[in-house]
């Protein structure tokens, strides 16, 4: 049984726990009349460590580097920092963005669930969005403009918050690091989620952004053809298929598909870190050049129409695929991907470091 809701926390009026995992918890909550003013909306997240942790030096650490690490960080990809402090019994707590709608992995397991493919031009638009708010992060700078790069290294399908107005942002810093106390992590610790995970991660080595790029690659890839790329049932099965980075044409799950956007995908997946694309923009560039050239019906209007079709979906009202301008979300196809096993992520996303 879960503990009790509290009233509030730091001041913020809570309305109810949204999300939690091993160390924290989210709760949706309204911000102070004069906050409320300041930050232009009457409803935040807030997350707290989980009571076993919240004594503990070295979480409080970990929170307050996510907190320093979001606070620099001011992206319309980003999903943004409010505010950092400690409530009266001692806990530390974030105030984050509440960012109203699905996150990617909903949204694969909705249209999976319901047998359909998410429409490539939807799925592209997400994933160039999620790059922006990476490249960001990759190119951080502080306040005295040096810089300073973040590795997120947890990029997956539920770090990718996508909203009702169609924007996607880049969520949950809580494993990210500044790439100069990064190169490597702990011996024998792999940080992520393993499905997600860059060779060099499986094989504990050194990262820098360009994992991002690895991680980012894996997400869009699923997208494109309904079907886990590297997840397997077994964990350790799993990151032995990261590490051999080995990854079937998509054109066998997506027929059809511009050879432009196979391009990419190809760089973006390769095992060598060197052979991927140097930057996120370049590879965000890349997706936005064949949208373009295809003429795509994208950004927030058709994304918007994913998550309402979802949320919809969600609701019980099952539908074949909102149309926008004659533009289907969705596009029908066998779905041979082994299931997720998963239950729907909350709406916005923990921030766990």
Avoid at 16 to 38: K, L, N, S, T, Y
Avoid at 242 to 263: C, E, M, N, S, T
């Amino acid at each position: 049984m879960s503990d009790p809701v509290p009233k509030e926390i730091g001041g913020y009026a809570i309305e109810g726990r949204v999300g939690g995992g091993g160390m924290a918890e989210v709760f949706r909550a309204r911000p102070p009349p004069d906050f409320i003013e300041a930050i232009g909306c009457d409803i935040v997240a807030v997350k707290t460590l989980l009571p076993a942790y919240a004594k503990e030096a070295q979480f409080r650490e970990m929170f307050a580097e996510e907190a320093e690490i979001s606070t620099s960080l001011q992206h319309p990809n980003v999903v943004e920092l409010f505010d950092f402090g400690e409530a009266a019994d001692g806990s530390l707590f974030l105030v984050m963005e509440w960012v109203d709608g699905v996150d990617l992995g909903q949204v694969l397991r909705s249209y999976r669930r319901r047998r359909l493919r998410l429409h490539p031009f939807a799925a592209c638009s997400i994933i160039e969005q999620a790059l922006r708010g990476l490249h960001a992060a990759h190119t951080r700078v502080d306040r005295d403009g040096v810089l300073h790069p973040v590795v997120h290294r947890d990029v997956s399908p539920a770090n990718i918050l996508v909203s009702r107005a169609g924007a996607a942002k880049i969520a949950d810093f809580g494993l990210a690091r500044p790439l100069d106390r990064v190169r490597r992590t702990q011996p024998g610790i792999v940080k992520g989620k393993f499905a997600y995970l860059a060779p060099e991660q499986a094989f504990d080595r050194a990262v820098d952004p360009r994992t991002d790029l690895f991680a980012a690659g894996i997400v869009l890839w699923e997208a494109l053809a309904s079907r886990h790329l590297f997840r397997r049932d077994d964990d350790l099965q799993t990151v032995l298929l990261v590490r051999q980075a080995k990854v079937p044409d998509i054109r066998r799950f997506a027929p059809g598909l511009d050879g432009r956007l196979v391009h990419a995908l190809t760089r973006a997946l390769q095992a060598d870190p060197k052979r991927r694309y140097p930057t996120a923009q370049h590879f965000a560039d890349d997706i936005a050049a064949f949208l373009e050239e295809q003429e795509a019906i994208t950004g927030p209007k058709l994304v918007a129409a994913v998550v309402r079709d979802v949320l919809r979906a969600e609701a019980g009202v099952h539908d074949s695929g909102i149309r926008v301008s004659g533009e289907s979300t969705t596009s029908r196809g066998p779905m041979d991907g082994p299931p997720t096993g998963t239950a729907p992520i909350p709406l916005v996303r923990r921030r766990i470091a």
